[in-house]
């Protein structure tokens, strides 16, 4: 379109004919002059419709095809219906100072509207667009010519996105590359291909339901609405809870646990529940003796919810048919019994030996073993891999998590806040409820989060136990293993049936 107009005379008559009703909009949109300041090809754009208004006075004589579509404005106007929907074979797309945009229907048959010679005139360019299409490619443009007064360069390159999201996904891609060379944090970015990632965003977790069903996994303070959205940033983008992140975070915590674990001759990252192994998110959520009552009843109830969500027969059938193509350990006997289901697709199932392969060198670092996780294996971290999340929510659903822009628009600049408002509207109407979107996850979820609530209060109970007990016996006080956790035992296990 700019190519055709550097034939235009200012101050006189002209048709510019074109077969994209995008560019007559574009045309339209570039009168208002403050929404285009970041694009070279509207800035020149503007320069050139200002030009011809300056230049126009109303005065000159008007051509024969103008004086046609003012005695026939039906003919220069007019839909018709093709395949059952009404189609615009010719419209007038702009008029201004002398300027008439004709849009029209391309690859015509029969009448060909508004004129032939209109329609040919076109198609001869069409033939042109092809010819050069074979060509060679020209040299690359690093800087287009016009635009506006000042503009950031990057690489050489002239950026035409507007600067803010510019800068934004520039700070993404660095955040991204970052948070993937994390051996521990960075897990989900370096998964995500294998993840179902079209239910992991935040502002999906901020009201979830939870059903009576599983009421067990409330909280003291949960209403019957819960906010879940903080949790769950918190197990995709960082360790996501356990006994190893409280000392990376509580410098505290750090010291005592040190002072204590120097008295009782063990590494300081043993689990203090059970005194077993090293307090990971992967111990507490799927292998520490004290909490395996209330995981074992978590795995009841998502047995239970994957047979409303799917037949049995459907759900072994499509894993059987997943894991062809995967190498898969098989689950002990009596797992398969209880939970065959879970079993089936490896969702928080666990064998002895994977588990002692995984966790050789947590008590020194759990990098290693993080390295080694499959996607299957990530179910306490509260995500899906990718094939049961798709088969859970059918066909429908696409693998990505639809992102929503961050919200910058002003009171002042109200056509923005409408446009973020409408924007957010559509994130809901596609995304919300997520029950119908894929049922298990919210409440897979939930139940992470309660085995990691109980797993914070047991480590501050545990924790006071120990500073008490240091504070008040002498040199020669070493409590029995486990010992604390069996004091909890009993009401952990009252709160989770």
Known sequence: MLNALRWRRPGQWNMLVCDRSALFSAMLRSQQAHKWT????????????????????????????????????????????????????????????????????????????????????????????????RQPLPENIRLPSGGPFAFIAREGRMLTAPARDTVRKILRDQAARQWKQRRVQGKIAREGTDLFCAVLHPRLYTAVPIPTRWQTLALPQDGEVVDISGFQFRCLRAVGGGWTEQLHSDPELLRLAEEEARRQGRPVRTCPLCLAAAGTPRHVALNCAAMRPLVNHVRDLLEAELLLLRSSSELLREAARWSQARVVETPSGADRATWPHLCAWRCLITTPEREAFLSQNDLISSSTGVDQERSEELAYRGVLPLALGRFLCGSGVAAGADDVEEEHAVLRRMEAVMAEAEARRDFRRRKLPLDQKCPLQPKKDAAVRRVRQEEERGQIYVGSVAVQAFLQADDKFSPAPGAAASQRKTWRVQGAV
């Open 38 to 133: 970041c694009h070279p090809l509207e800035s020149r754009l503007q320069v050139v419709l200002r030009q011809l208004q300056a230049a126009w006075d109303g005065t000159t004589p008007k051509p024969s095809w103008r004086l046609d579509m003012e005695a026939h404005p039906d003919r220069w106007n007019l839909r018709r219906d093709l395949d059952g929907s009404l189609v615009w074979m010719v419209r007038l797309g702009f008029e201004r100072h002398g300027l008439v945009g004709v849009d029209i229907k391309s690859h015509q048959h029969g009448d060909l509207l508004p004129h032939p010679v209109v329609v040919k005139g076109n198609e001869q360019q069409d033939m042109g667009c092809r010819n050069a299409q």
